[in-house]
């Protein structure tokens, strides 16, 4: 269900962005800005609404806001079909793209995962983010398909009509907690005679509760902050690249199946990362894990930049790759460092506290590009300022810290006996 809701969230989002921008604004005469305005105004909407979600998660799980998100996320990719002038798409591209993906999108998803998983958290996330992966790799080559043979209007109805078929039946598969139903985080039943392995993981339970921070208390840590920034940072570049990197390479260099084919591999290395990440999400840092992703997608922007110069179509394909790479870390060191820092119980309210200020940096990234490209009609020194802000937000999350409690709180007996049994110590950390 995760990896299906994650898919259909994504594959109709950032993804396809950059399909979708030069058939756009050629057929109604729009400017770049024009377009990614609607994208701006969608990060800003969906961080507001992060805001409220994350607790209404935490409250009464996924299942209501990823039904009614997944029917408004739908007619509202209908509606965008039918538009004709600039503030129409504004307004239902806000409302797909920041209220219904905000309900339906990877906060609720993983926030969901997160207090189902605890030991094995790291690879429970990086599993379900592979739908993240699958969008990456199947919807743009897909839908350039699409819009090249029948024009942007049929390809937003046809994702439209993809959101209701993917995400409502996953919503009705989502569950709030273990605990809801008589079971255990991991799936793990409790041990009449635990064994000393499996009192240690009690105590590990214990701890993951003890350090679960509320809203209140997770904003007055300097780590909060500093993970804010920095993943808004990363959230800038990626949503730049998303939106642009398709027409900086036919702008310059490739033709549009060239690009689209070549941003393939964006799918393909997201995809395969996944089992790295997982792996070192169990066994190292996640700050460092998260600071290696952070470089690899740096690392991919300025291959770009070189394949464009000396319009070199393997050295495209290979900037995607490594582009790709980075950015299949994105999600599961995200949510991971989120769980591990704060704790699982207040989960989507503390990474909803967040949101705004993550989503508003995320937002500039787009609209800067584009204005950039309007005023100037090159993308070149653009695409070094998003290398620049993967190092920058990189260095920021290995700078952070996992707060500690000067006296962790001591859990509630019914939630120690509901944390009981468990096999196998959570590894990584802050």
């Known amino acids: 269900g995760a990896v299906v809701g994650q898919f259909a969230a994504m594959g109709v989002a950032g993804q396809i962005s950059g399909v979708f921008l030069r058939p756009m604004t050629d057929d109604l005469g729009w400017a770049a800005a024009d377009y990614t305005l609607g994208t701006s105004a969608a990060f800003v909407a969906g961080g507001i609404a992060g805001f409220f979600v994350g607790p209404f998660v935490d409250r009464y799980g996924a299942r209501p806001l990823m039904l009614i998100g997944g029917v408004m996320y739908g007619l509202a990719l209908v509606g965008i079909s039918r538009v004709n002038e600039v503030w129409q798409f504004i307004a239902l591209q806000t409302l797909a793209g920041g209220l219904g993906f905000a309900m339906v999108g ?3 998803v993983n926030v969901t995962l997160s207090k189902w998983f605890v030991l094995r958290r790291g690879w429970a996330i990086t599993i379900g983010s592979m739908g ?3 969008a990456a790799l199947i919807m743009p080559v ?4 699409v819009v090249d043979a029948n024009g942007w209007r049929t ?4 994702m439209g009509v993809l959101v209701w078929c993917l995400v409502i039946p996953v919503a009705l598969l989502m569950r709030r907690t273990p605990e809801d139903y008589g079971l255990q985080p991991d799936g793990k039943e409790e041990a009449a005679e635990p064994t000393a392995a499996e009192l240690a993981q009690r105590a590990a339970m214990q701890r993951d509760f003890a350090n679960s921070y509320t809203r209140s208390e997770a904003v007055r840590t300097g780590a909060l902050w500093m993970l804010v920034v920095g993943f808004g940072l990363n959230m800038a570049a990626v949503s730049a690249f998303l939106v642009h990197a398709i027409p900086f390479a036919t702008d310059e260099a490739f033709t549009r199946a060239e690009a689209a084919s070549a941003f393939s591999a964006v799918g393909l290395a997201n ?3 996944k089992f790295v990440w997982g792996f070192g999400l169990q066994r190292f840092q996640v700050r460092n894990v998260a600071f290696a992703a952070f470089l690899a997608s740096a690392s991919g922007a300025g291959l770009l930049i070189a394949a464009v110069n000396l319009e070199a179509l393997p050295l495209l394909v290979a900037g995607f790759l490594a582009w790709g790479f980075g950015f299949g870390g994105t999600i599961p060191i995200g949510e991971f460092v989120w769980a591990r820092y704060f704790g699982r119980r207040y989960l989507g309210a503390v990474r909803s506290v967040g949101q705004p200020v993550t989503i508003l940096l995320g937002s500039l990234g787009p609209i800067s590009l584009a204005l950039y490209y309007d005023a100037s009609g090159s993308y070149g ?3 070094a300022g998003l ?6 937000g990189g260095s920021l999350i290995l700078l952070s810290r996992e707060p500690q409690r000067p006296e962790p709180a001591e859990p509630p007996a019914e939630v120690v006996a509901a944390n009981v049994g468990v096999e196998g110590a959570p590894a990584g950390g802050g």
């Open 106 to 108: 990877p906060l609720v």
């Open 132 to 134: 993240v992966s699958l």
């Open 142 to 145: 897909s839908m350039t398909a």
């Open 155 to 158: 390809g937003y109805a046809v």
């Open 271 to 273: 995809f395969s990362s």
């Open 381 to 383: 020194w653009a695409f």
């Open 387 to 392: 290398a620049a802000s993967y190092v920058l």
